[in-house]
């Protein structure tokens, strides 16, 4: 079992249509996968149309009391541990229990055998959550927006990884992402450089095509499910071949 944990402390930058996307493409290949996740906004939660979440459905049992995963619920072929904002409570509660951020790379360990891809949405944050998807990932994934606001996060970005790998000295960012990118802005252009010139290792860009992100949002659908062999879902298949060989995956992309 790999478990990926999708990164970024700044808003914006595509880590919850990464991990359902990417995710879902990995379960279709015929993974098993489980997406978790850790952002109280439940913004991955609410894109899969699920409503309704008790917060000990959530990780709150597990990062709090110590508890095993809750049973997650099964959609689109995928599982899912979601999110509600119930959830926000854990990050006051966490500093007061020694080892609570270590928590959930615990639970995982005991459903090894159950999955073979585990994929954390984390919050847009350096909280406590964040710190324990982080603490619980065997690899980094790390979207990065095309756009000056992706430049300007990039220090508190390696700043939190240095501090992290005090913890865990194993950690490693597997795929830093390209994100949002329009290849008719010059800008875009100019920071995707710069991405090239000073992180590695660097995945395919991701082009906006924000009509059919967004309709598959409010379908509750991966793109995958809702727009099959559109040009966004050959864009999905790429960026899922990118992180499978990144995270040494095997992933054979279908025609469809």
Known sequence: MITMTVF???????????????????????????????DPQANLTGWLGVTGVQRDQTVYPVAVEGLPLPEPIRIHGLDLLPAQVGLAVAEGQMMGRVGAQGRLRRALQDVAD????????SPPSLGQLAILGALAADRMIVPVPTRQKGIDALPGLQGAFAEYREVRPDLTVALYVPTLYDARRLHDREVLADLQQHLSPLATPVPQREAVWLDSTAQ?????????????HADVKTLTADVARAAGLAYARSAV
Do not use: C, F, Q
């Not at 159950?114 to 949405?121: A, C, F, G, L, N």
């Open 8 to 38: 970024n402390h700044a808003g914006g930058a595509g880590k919850t249509s990464l991990t359902l996307n990417v995710g879902h493409e990995l379960a279709v290949s015929g993974l098993r996968v489980l997406l978790i996740d850790l």
């Open 220 to 232: 509750g659908a991966p793109v995958g499910v809702y727009a099959p062999g559109s040009p966004v």
């Open 114 to 121: 159950r999955y073979d891809v585990v994929m954390i949405d």
